[in-house]
């Protein structure tokens, strides 16, 4: 499923993001490398090196981590710099619980 994603331009970044963060939920170990937060209004990297070289072909174009991250900027993510939530990407409209308005 994830590598037709990365094939298919036409389906926007946020589609792509939320649908690998969905198959990365799948799995304990999976979910060490990229997951939700326990509330689902954020996400974590929690291993670049293993994302770049495991996740990120099979779902995006980028084949750096910092692309990743310019990728998220440029779609209105911002990085959580302090409390809980540290190192975490958010945007109000990027939400586990509503798949439709990521679209």
């Not at 946020?14 to 799995?27: A, F, I, N, R, T």
């Not at 954020?42 to 084949?63: A, E, G, I, N, W």
Request: proline letters at 4%; glycine letters at 6%; charged letters at 30%.
């Amino acid at each position: 499923r994830g590598v037709s994603l990365a094939l298919t331009n036409q389906i926007p970044f946020p589609v792509k993001l939320y649908q690998m963060l969905e198959d990365m939920s799948g799995s304990a170990e999976k979910r060490k490398i990229v997951s939700w937060s326990d509330d689902g209004k954020c996400f974590r990297c929690h291993d670049p090196k293993k994302f770049v070289t495991d996740v990120m072909p099979l779902y995006f174009r980028q084949s750096k981590y910092k692309s990743f991250q310019r990728q998220l900027h440029l779609y209105g993510f911002h990085r959580q710099s302090s409390g809980v939530k540290k190192g975490f990407y958010m945007h109000e409209e990027f939400q586990r619980s509503d798949r439709e308005r990521c679209s």
